[in-house]
């Protein structure tokens, strides 16, 4: 019989009885209560409640009975679940725990055949299963465990070795990374070097002819790597100088056949803006092939413009020191030349005075003796020429006029410059002075004849000299001269002319486009210096073949300066004054002696400066003024001075000298010399000399 069956037979007549008992005492207790309600309805509200109580009593019996009843219901069914499913339950846990403990399952008769029953058996039968199996699994377990020990000893040495392997490999991995970090640090290293050491770098593949270049080596030449691309050894033989190609060739040539351990050559290239610059490109062939062949070329290549520039203006200097060293020869031996000579033109000039006094000058013989005198001055002013090339003379400028200077140029050049050359001149006689050194202004004309002479000597062509006086304003050349008159003396040639791209070059010190011996590029230089001295300025205009013509702008002295040396020349006068004169050449102290007795004065000369210093310490007072040679053995015209001053400071002394490199007109005013002359000195300026230093004494 099933459970739920047992139950309600059980249950339900209990329940069934209850109900009814409860329902009959519940009715009969009711209808009591509804009775006694109403026999007391009549009596009014006075025994309503005495009816309250009565029906509270009845009321709370009803619900005593109802609760025991219950009760009892209650205990009948938990006897019935505590059969019926308690203990069965407990069966089913007991077999459970026994699971759960792996102990084995012991069989437990129930005795029960329904639904409970029936699962417990289920439950049961499905314990033994569970412990079959568990049996089964442990055996495998112990199999698996053993399985897995072997693989995990298995793995564990692979482990060891992939643990080793990963380390051996992260080891090489950093060592890899340090490499890569040097290399990065060394690639960063070597451009900065490379960018330092301003080179362009460029790598050649002699087999392919590929070029790598790097950015710098397109800037030496103005470009970019862009603007060159493709860029490939062509490039560099398109923009190389074609006079550098061969040479080029030849010593790359002699590093690949191994003559030279490095390929370097110094070359032109053309730059971007068109002109040519210097490089240098220095390489070597790094990789051969197995027969020698070279396969790979690494250089560098840097700009020596500025090297080849300094070279050449250091060896410009050496030029420059190589002719001042030749002139400073020239000058040490044109100094006892001019000395020597100017001692003989003065014993010319001297004897042609006193003969100029003796002979009347109605005599032919008296044009002749002017003559004499006017060639001698004429060899001594040749002789300041000479001068001026050896060395830099103390210039004084004077109010002069250029036409006698230029006539005298003329006569000059005309003695030196070939007969087959025509020599013109058209100097005008109304052009006004000019403020200069009158051996500056015969050093220009003579550096632009010359310079015309060279252009036309080999074609027989024509030099004309011309002088003129000219106005400028803002609208006339030179315009960076200020307005104002100007003197211009212009020289023209017809030779070949002047290439417009050398124009702006032929001042230039030391340029010349003349052949070796016939210039030294310092003419035209030295002219266009003196003349912007003086405040003026030189222009050339030449065109090919049609010659050039040289134009020296010189401002004209204005009435200030033109006025300025026109004091009023004294007539020649002398004295009866006592004069000591002292020079080393008999033949000058004779005819100096000679022309200052014949002015009067008492002269006592002397050939020895030490016997003259002796003379005049033993009567100081004897002598009022001393004339001496710069030039003499034993002891110098200075030092005699000195001496002479340290005795008696007051007596004036003039000191003569054939060439002023001895000594200088400052140095000799410092010693103490009252004037200082130049020879050859004609007689009339050594009179007026002699005369205004004695009356400053006796004033």
Not at 671 to 688: C, E, S, Y
């Amino acid at each position: 019989m099933k459970l739920q069956t047992k139950i309600l037979l059980i249950t339900l007549p209990a329940i069934f009885i209850g109900i009814s008992a409860l329902a009959g005492w519940s009715i009969h207790i009711q209808r009591s209560a509804l009775q006694d309600a109403a026999n007391h309805y009549l009596d009014g509200v006075v025994n309503a409640p005495q009816m309250t109580v009565a029906a509270r009593k009845i009321i709370y019996g009803a619900v005593a009975v109802a609760f025991m009843v219950a009760m009892a219901i209650m205990r009948a069914l938990t006897l019935v679940f505590r059969r019926m499913v308690k203990q069965p339950i407990d069966h089913m846990r007991a077999i459970a725990d026994a699971l759960i403990a792996q102990h084995a399952v012991a069989p437990v008769q129930t005795g029960a055949t329904d639904e409970i029953g029936q699962l417990v058996h289920k439950f049961e039968t499905m314990a033994h299963k569970i412990e079959r199996s568990r049996v089964k699994l442990r055996k495998w377990d112990d199999k698996l465990k053993t399985a897995v020990a072997l693989r995990t000893a298995d793995l564990d040495a692979a482990n060891r070795k992939l643990v080793a392997a990963t380390e051996a490999k992260t080891q090489a991995l950093i060592a890899l990374e340090s490499k890569e970090q040097a290399f990065r640090e060394n690639e960063t290293r070597f451009a900065g070097i490379i960018e330092g050491a301003d080179v362009g770098v460029w790598e050649w593949n002699v087999a392919t002819g590929e070029t790598v270049f790097n950015e710098r080596w397109a800037q030496i030449i103005g470009y970019s790597l862009q603007e060159l691309a493709p860029v490939s050894i062509e490039t560099w033989v398109k923009l190389a100088h074609p006079d550098d190609l061969e040479r080029s060739s030849a010593l790359l040539k002699r590093h690949f056949d191994g003559e030279l351990d490095f390929y370097e050559c110094e070359a032109r290239m053309r730059h971007k803006n068109g002109d040519w610059v210097w490089v240098k490109d220095r390489g070597r062939v790094i990789t051969r092939t197995p027969d020698g062949q070279p396969l790979l070329m690494y250089g560098i290549h840097s700009d020596i413009t500025r090297r080849k520039q300094d070279h050449a203006a250091l060896l410009e200097l050496e030029k420059r020191l190589a002719l001042a060293q030749k002139m400073e020869a020239i000058g040490s031996l044109a100094s006892g030349i001019v000395h020597d000579f100017n001692n003989i033109l003065w014993h010319i000039m001297g004897l042609s005075e006193l003969l100029l006094e003796d002979i009347p000058q109605n005599d032919v013989a008296h044009g002749y003796v002017q003559k004499i005198l006017d060639a001698a001055g004429r060899a001594a002013d040749l002789v300041n020429q000479i001068l001026a090339f050896s060395r830099r003379p103390e210039t004084a400028n004077l109010p002069i006029r250029l036409q006698p200077i230029l006539k005298e140029v003329i006569k000059l050049c005309r003695s030196t410059i070939p007969a087959h050359i025509d020599l013109a001149d058209d100097i005008s006689q109304t052009c006004g002075p000019v403020l200069a050194d009158p051996i500056h202004i015969h050093q220009i004309a003579v550096n632009l004849v010359t310079n015309a002479y060279h252009a036309v000597d080999a074609c027989a062509g024509k030099i004309r000299l011309s002088l003129q006086e000219t106005i400028l304003n803002g609208h006339s050349l030179p315009k960076h001269l200020p307005d104002g008159d100007y003197a211009v003396l212009t020289v023209s040639d017809s030779g070949d002319g002047i290439d417009a791209d050398l124009l702006d070059a032929i001042f230039d010190p030391c340029f010349t486009t003349k052949p070796p011996g016939k210039g030294t590029g310092l003419g035209l230089a030295t002219v266009r210096r003196i003349v912007r001295g003086y405040h003026g300025d030189v222009l050339v205009h030449s065109q090919k073949g049609q010659g050039a013509t040289f134009s020296v702008f010189l401002p004209l002295a204005n009435e200030d300066e033109k006025n300025a040396d026109d004091r009023p020349r004294q007539s020649v006068v002398g004295g009866d004054e006592r004069i000591l004169l002292v020079d080393d050449e008999h033949m000058t102290a004779h005819v100096q002696t000679e022309l200052l007795q014949r002015l009067g004065y008492t002269v006592v000369s002397h050939t020895s400066a030490p016997a003259a210093l002796a003379r005049f310490k033993q009567a100081p007072d004897d002598f009022d003024l001393v004339i001496t040679d710069m030039t003499m053995p034993g002891m110098t015209g200075a030092d005699l001075a000195t001496e002479i001053l340290a005795v008696r400071p007051t007596i004036p002394i003039i000191l003569c000298t054939g060439c002023s490199e001895k000594i200088e007109a400052r140095r000799a005013e410092s010693i103490g010399i009252k004037a200082f002359k130049l020879k050859p000195i004609k007689a009339a300026d050594m009179a007026q000399t002699i005369r205004e230093l004695l009356d400053e004494v006796v004033t």
